[in-house]
């Protein structure tokens, strides 16, 4: 880690603690940016993520964020075992999977009859999204008060979502591997990587694997990504930024996460108002993006990318995460009901620099077509 | 009279057809297969989904259930031997991991035996085996005959030639149960070549699985495919000692170098496919996939719509349609996925038990009074929603609805805000008991632009 990164990300604390996908490993080797010549060819500089994590902070003995343990956590196969106890009761497959399966699609809202264990602390990856220091707020790993992340406080003690969890463990392999989770960004307006106060970030689906050395496992900067203005129009989405010191702080957006975890999957979290605030280098890019986790995706993707039998590997049960994020929800109030319907969050995140390549004929195709064509329309039969 | 397009175009509609009676039905071209020796009584049907199958006199398609590891355990059969017997299994099998199995089984006093679902192919008294048909001995003393040594079954669901309702080959993938395929003879193609089983028709791949297609300014046996062209297209050259082959044949695309054609139309390789079974190339003007047969068009109306996986079946108003799989949690993996099964399996992914919420959550795709489609793959049908079961016609409350292989169809409405809005949303893709693959839904994928079938 050179000098210019500790200086910047003050990792004072990252002694006593890893942290999930923000160790600042270098990508390709190490830069250091001077304002002088930094602006990209052609004003624009295009990124790819390689990894993105729900901000969890993680000690090594658990003990600081989750006091009441991680291995203590009811997942689906422990919560069966307390509610149909092995006492020789003869019991139908209606009134127990069939039961619980109902409750993973169709949680109820109620009180859970399980104890479920929230995560603690004072430390949580993030971002002030409110301006507001409130008593239910987290400091940042770099110091910065009134960070709002209570999705934190739901899966932080969850194994599903920790280092060397199976959730976190395959989103990560699949999110490199898999072409339908090629999340990418692109700066454009950009006049220097240091400081700039407008620059315009929109995000896309590329199109190309990600280029690396020998092992698979690094990856270089320098590969080209096709953006995807056919298949990946809901992965389009832009906000105005600027960039201080070399990071960039974007204004709130939408943004959608495509994970696909296993054959055929395609859900999609939704984060509303998203931030970015990512360093900025050359070559890489990594920090947090903040913001409101919409309840019913990040509910209902988790269940359709990882079932039941999944979740119950990272000790996860869905029906009570569900209560729990109806508990801890902050943004975005039903207007009828005033129910919170959306959950302050936080990813991190590591990208490396691509070559975005425009693909003309797609964005002329995408504007003189609808998405749609009918059958049955014997006006264009040949 | 409805048409089928000569070609596919999928990037701009997948089939172009005009109101009346199916191409399919009208004569349009199918599959050649290699004919081998059959047992009397023993007929190969050419149906519109599969290709080619074995099936009985009566024209009952024939299947295999080859065994599937479910994670909890196994369930199907084992070369040589078979599983299903005449006897009704009235616990799950613990399969569906991870609950217990030892659990009575929805509707059980009268779930069907194994047997009497999936009747084994009976044969004569005095049948004797002929190339790769043997037989196997049933306890009770009588025959059953095998396939290449996979025993043989008809499906209950299947009532005349052609119909494959049993099983699909398309559906045996990822996580689903341990599922029934059709068994059929070889496709007559050259052995560089291979024939798959895809939404828009028979798929004409090279054996490794990459994708043929043919160019529209080719002239019969002669490509015009040189120079530039070369570039993003590669023939398929033949062996020296290649010999013509059903539908195939060669010609001299220069001397000494010989390609193959099909129907008369040279093939190529296109060399910007990613993929195996892509349909990448057929993005490119004049250029198409290669089909022994089409798959019969959905009903008139019913659109092709782009999404984040690819093209998706959509309904009139633009919404991504659902197809319901399901197989039990018992050793002998019943079906539960079509009206005719308990329906507490769908009532619970689709509403949480609550059949009126299911309604709701996934609307049935409803279907004009009198629609008819003219193939036997798409029809329509009146079902009851309060039961999930067919229903009469003049039953009240009862709905005509769009089915697919038999099986309802839907749309995904939502709950709590959750649902699908604009055309590209597939958000119930894979929703239900893993991935929606064994107790779920799963959006009708056309093109998938990022999934090999051979992964």
Known sequence: ?382 | MRLLRNVLNVSVLAFLTTAGVSAYAAGQTKEDYIRTPLPPGIQVVVTELEGPVFADAKGHTFYKWPKKNLRNGDAGDVQGKSFCEDKVQRENGGLMSPYPGGLELPEVDTRPSCAAVWPPVIAAADAKPIDKWTLLDLPDGRKQWKYDEWALYTSVLDKKPGDTLGGSVMADSGEVGSLRVPVGPEANVPSQFKVATTMFGRLVELRDGWSVYTYEGDSRNKSNCSGACLDGWTPVLAADYARPVGEWTTFERSPGVRQWAFRGTPIYRHVDDSKTGSLDGGDEPRWHNVYTQRTPEPPQGFVMKETMVGLVLGDPQGKTIYQYRCTDDALDQLACDHPDSPQVYRFTVCGGGDPDRCVKVFPYVLAPAGARTGNSIWSARYIDPKTGKWAAADKPGALHVWTYRARPVYTFAGFNGYGDKKPSDINAMDWGEFNGQRNGYRAMVYRDIYSSRDE
């Open chain 1, 1 to 382: 880690m050179n000098k210019q990164q500790t200086k910047t990300w003050r990792p004072s604390m990252a002694s006593r603690m890893v942290i999930a996908g923000v160790a600042l490993a270098t990508v390709g080797g190490t830069s250091v940016v001077r304002a002088d010549d930094t602006a990209p060819p052609g004003r624009s500089i295009g990124y790819a993520f390689y990894a993105i994590e729900w901000g969890i902070t993680q000690t090594k003995d658990t003990k600081e964020e989750c006091p009441q343990g991680v291995a203590e956590q009811l997942g689906p196969r422990e919560q069966y075992k307390i509610q149909f106890p092995e006492d020789g009761t003869k019991r139908k497959f209606v009134d127990t999977q069939m039961l619980r399966e109902a409750d993973t699609w169709f949680p109820k809202a109620e009180k859970d009859q399980f104890q479920f264990r929230q995560a603690a602390g004072k430390t949580a990856f993030g971002l002030d999204l409110d301006g507001k220091v409130k008593p239910t707020d987290f400091t940042s790993p770099e110091g910065k008060p009134g960070v709002d992340n209570q999705l934190f406080r739901v899966i932080g003690c969850i194994y599903n979502y920790r280092v060397g969890g199976s959730l976190q463990n395959f989103d990560q392999i699949y999110q490199k591997k898999m072409g339908i989770n090629r999340l990418i960004i692109e700066l454009t307006d950009v006049d220097s990587l240091v400081n700039d106060d407008d620059v315009t970030l929109t995000t896309y689906r590329g199109r190309d694997p990600l280029v690396t050395d020998a092992t698979g496992n690094s990856f270089q900067p320098g590969g080209t990504q096709r953006i995807d203005t056919r298949w990946g129009k809901d992965f389009i989405h832009s906000s105005k930024g600027k960039i201080v010191n070399g990071v960039l702080m974007t204004q709130p957006m939408d943004f959608n996460n495509p994970h696909e975890v296993a054959y055929q999957d395609a859900a999609y979290d939704w984060m509303r108002d998203a931030r970015f605030e990512v360093k900025l280098t050359p070559d890489g890019a990594q920090g947090v993006i903040g913001g409101y986790a919409d309840i019913e995706a990040f509910h209902r993707s988790r269940n359709r990318t990882w079932s039941t039998h999944h979740l119950s590997y990272g000790q996860q049960s869905s029906g009570s995460v569900y209560r729990e994020l109806l508990k801890a929800a902050d943004g975005f109030p039903d207007p009828k009901t005033g129910q919170n319907t959306a959950i302050s969050a936080a990813y991190t995140v590591k990208l490396v620099q691509v070559r975005i390549l425009r693909p003309q004929k797609e964005i002329a195709d995408m504007n003189a077509k609808p998405a749609t064509k009918q059958f049955a329309d014997s006006s264009t039969a040949k």
